[in-house]
């Protein structure tokens, strides 16, 4: 796992506890009008169906409770950033329990409904320096809320690909997080001032071993949109394709990404 040297940005607490309750709020209203057949459609992620991506994300969300019911750890003992780093590891599990919910929860809607409720709960029972056991260590409630915030994003962009015209909207403030957070994770698998990677609105990072650039038109830069970005770095977009659609601007000799993503999987 790479090791986050570098300081840690800042996420306002209270904006983090908004975005992830609208953004868990936006798929609680899609998620009713979704018909048999749609639940049934297989999405991007290997062997999981829509009826099951939903059961993850309201999964996603009572991670939260779950850690909650556990002993608070004696201290911190891990960083945010070294969150995206340590998700593949627990995929089997992971599958495993959201089979498993899937199966259990005929209706859905009430199943996130009961999520939600829960969540709000706690959030208003429970400091945010609360710390939390996490797959990555001992994390703080507001780092690990910025986590929640990663997995609405990246797997509400899941459920519209799956579903033909299903458009659940993006709270800015979660997506500007998703943005930032493997952003950040990239310049630390990557460590180095060679490259500046841009995604406008809300992230700009410097990455890729080589000359540091200090003034003027950096030579090597990459830019592309925040969705775009997140695909790539969650592997749901490869590197060649994205450039070959005009996904993403590379220019200079070090703007190839391709060999760094994706950062989380």
Known sequence: MPQAKKRARSYDPARTRAAVLAQFSNVRDAVPALTPEQLALPTRLSGWTVRELVAHIGMALTAVHRALELPEPAKAD??????????????????????????????LGAYLADADAGLRALLAAHPGTRLLATNVGALSLDDYL?????????????????????????????????????????AVKAPGGATEVRV??????????????TRGTPPNVVETDPLTWIRLATGRLAWPEAVADAKVSASGERADLGAYLPVMR
């Open 78 to 107: 891990a960083v945010l950033l070294d969150w995206p780093f340590g998700t593949s590891g627990n995929a089997t599990a992971i599958a495993d329990f959201t089979q498993r919910l899937a199966a259990d929860h005929a209706d």
């Open 146 to 186: 910025v986590t929640r915030a990663v997995e609405l994003v990246v797997h509400t962009d899941d459920l519209n690909a799956a579903v033909p015209g299903l458009g659940i909207p993006y709270d800015r403030q979660a997506l500007a997080a998703c943005t930032r957070l493997l952003a950040d994770a990239l």
């Open 200 to 213: 406008p609105p809300y992230a700009v990072v410097q990455c890729v071993e080589g000359p540091r650039h």
